[in-house]
């Protein structure tokens, strides 16, 4: 296995310049969703999506992403991390051309599929130049580069996705990467350490377990997003999760007795990755589930354009970013275990106090849940990843780097799907909830709905007529989504606290100096 040689080449400066275009890269990827989160609603309108496939347009992103993340690794020792990064970010560009020019649905998946491929190395390629081309000191400095570029994409995503769907329209949402994309291409051609490509690197990588590992992704996304519709009884759903099960068992047999498998799963002995990586999966679907919720509520409940969305949505990207130092600061000072740990309960908060939401919530209501959660997100993220990575041998590092941004994204994949499972399969539920409690005379519930509590009470126990049926028919399908909603963010809730529980098992870290 060959690697880059750790610490500064004859041209420090032109090294820092790499990486800070690599990280640019790495804004753009997690651009892409942030920006388009908050457009899903008018993407939906503009080419007929139906409003329960809409989460498939950064769902299809993401499932590419996992798929492409644990390949990094390989990809890395076959191009080196120059042509690789000059490959990915130049079809990562395409493929966003591409998306602009869309015309329908599953072009538009078709094209989201291969930018969610391209984009999927750029991640774990700068988590694993950190450590790679710089020596221990530094590698502060260059975490807390990576760490605020990575936060900046959620601060200005929302606000300028909402902007440029307004102001323009939702394809410029995509036509945005190019001039970057091009940019960035073009400079790290120059930048980027020389090494020797190794193509024979192909030959030795294991396509049967590929392929096992796609199965098992997709078939396990599918069956979520289709169990809400047709039932998990269904012959469709069983049969995609018994596809998913028998891919999975045999892609983790073939991975550990394999001698070059893309993911390399025996690092997962390590006790500290194992719970970074169970961590960042937790936190994918936190990051991943907050930023899909807040655009489907302030949509669909509070009938809000792109742009008040964003802005909405552009607290939790302001605490982010002014937390940024804060939390580089303290993860050079203490115990990794001790700020991840706070970063999950507060995060798991920042979760928990949007699942009581109203009809009636807005801006006023969503500005403490999302403060928490800002400041929550930057103590998931940093000191994680350095309990994670900074004590393995450096030549693991590219694949584990790759796998620990796997989980982050896969987490993302399966909480999206989560979350659509709890939404269109509750609703419903709750909404013939909310039906029988209206009929038993529960002014509260009348109240809840929006019923003008003076003829609630005049008509209690009368006949319903059509009129008045289509009158609280909207009224209680909003109520419903809204109580949904709160169950996904719940749910989301008890997992990372869940997650939490994990936290003393990871090996003690003592702080660097300096």
Known sequence: MTTLTPGFPANPARIWFGFVVMSIGMFMAILDIQVVATSLPTIQAAIGVQPDQMSWIQTAYLIAEVIAIPLTGFLTRAFTMRWLFVGAVTLFSVASLGCALSQDFGTLIVWRVIQGFSGGTLIPAVFSAVFLLFPERRQGVATTIAGVVAVLAPTVGPIVGGWITQTWSWHWLFLVNLGPGVICAVSASFLLPVEKTDLRQARRLDLVTLTLMALALAALEIALKEAPQRGWASPLVLGLVVLSLSSGVGFVRRSLRGKSPPVELRTLRNPSFAVGCVLSFVLGIG????????????????????????????????????????????????????????????????????????????????????????????????????????????????????????????????????????????????????????QAGDMKEAEAVGVPLGLFAARIGQPVDDSTRAMLAPLVEKLALVRAINEAWLLIAILTVLALCLVPFAKRRTPRAG
């Open 287 to 438: 990051l991943f589930g907050s930023t899909y919720l807040m655009p489907v509520f302030l949509a669909f409940v509070r009938g809000h354009g792109p742009l008040t969305i964003g802005t909405i949505m552009l607290v939790t990207g302001l605490a982010q970013l002014a937390m940024a130092p804060v939390a580089v600061i303290l993860e050079k000072r203490l115990d990794a275990r001790l700020l991840t740990g706070c970063g999950f309960a507060l995060f798991a908060l920042g979760l928990g106090m949007s699942g009581f939401q109203t009809t009636g919530t807005d801006f006023d209501e969503m500005f403490w849940p999302q403060m928490v959660r800002g400041v929550a997100i930057m103590l998931c993220l940093l000191p994680p990843t350095r309990l994670a990575l900074g004590d393995l041998p450096l030549p693991e590092v590219p694949d584990a780097s790759g796998l620990f941004n796997l989980m982050r994204n896969l987490g993302g994949a399966i909480g999206l799907a989560l979350i659509d499972t709890v939404i269109y399969g509750r609703a419903p539920v709750l909404g013939r909830q909310i039906v029988e409690r209206l």
